[in-house]
């Protein structure tokens, strides 16, 4: 992907900020970054849970025995875990995104470097492809 109609801050000669294509994503960037949020879902899903039952229990003895904070730490124990939820549901997202995008690269690389085919329909060779580069 390349971004190259960004002017400079004067927009004075029209060229590109940077770099010729500056935005640019690697493989293994793209693996890391799955793996950072496989890895945040996992420790979200073991330790973000820790307390819940202990809030619940807390929060089902105070209002069993009249007090109001009973029914606030109910709330406050549903609020976390919808939170939590959503979080890990983001994680796991990003995480499966990241993970199709670097097969579907690699599939798509792959599916360009074979694919090419010369006038007559035939598939070009690797050497045939450097005639063109040439």
Request: proline content about 2%; glycine content about 8%; aromatic content about 6%.
């Amino acid at each position: 992907m390349r971004l190259n109609h960004a002017l400079p801050p004067d927009g004075a000669n029209g060229k590109p900020v940077g770099k010729e294509g500056d935005l640019v994503v690697r493989d293994d960037e793209l693996g890391a970054l799955g793996n950072m949020a496989f890895d945040l879902h996992s420790q979200l899903s073991t330790t973000g849970d820790l307390a819940r039952q202990n809030t619940f229990d807390a929060a089902t003895q105070l209002f069993n025995d009249g007090l109001e904070a009973g029914s606030a730490l109910t709330v406050l124990h549903d609020a976390w875990n919808t939170k939590l939820g959503t979080l890990k549901e983001a994680c796991a997202h990003i995480s499966n995104h990241l993970d199709y995008s670097k097969a579907q690269h690699a599939k798509d690389e792959h599916d360009i470097q074979t694919g090419m085919k010369n006038a007559a329909g035939k598939a070009m060779t690797v050497s045939r492809i450097y005639d063109y580069i040439k």
